[in-house]
């Protein structure tokens, strides 16, 4: 059965740097958006970046432009999250998320969602 699975988050000092990985045995990342989104106790899902298929066109949410970076390795079918001076807001369960469409300027619906790795951003 394809899944999703996330892995790399951990504890990590203000300032550091953290590296997550989305595998999906069963599926072909490179036809489809890959989404990475976050949550925080008693906060809303947020969507921190896309990776559209195809052409891997990338966008990132506001609050981790120029610190976070998405990638994609195919031969692997494989999903990073590149996360660099990492700060205390950041701290939260982060997912990946598949979406039946390729292009992430036009996906509405996540179909199939990993089952989170936490990261914690703490002195």
């Known amino acids: 059965q394809a899944q999703l699975v996330e892995s790399g988050g951990g504890l990590v000092q203000p300032g550091g740097s953290l590296r997550l990985s989305c595998a999906g045995p069963?599926?072909?990342?490179?036809?489809?958006?890959i989404g990475w989104f976050r949550q925080a106790p008693g906060k809303e899902r947020e969507k921190v970046s896309c990776i559209s298929g195809g052409d891997a066109t990338i966008d990132y949410a506001d609050s981790v432009k120029g610190r976070f970076t998405i990638s994609r390795d195919n031969a692997k079918n494989t999903v990073y999250l590149q996360m660099t001076n990492l700060k205390p807001e950041d701290t939260a369960v982060y997912y990946c998320?598949?979406?039946?469409?390729?292009?992430?300027?036009?996906?509405?619906?996540?179909?199939?969602w990993g089952q989170g790795t936490q990261v914690t951003v703490s002195s």
């Open positions: 998320a598949l979406s039946a469409g390729s292009l992430c300027r036009t996906v509405i619906l996540y179909d199939y």
């Open positions: 069963g599926f072909t990342f490179h036809n489809h958006a």
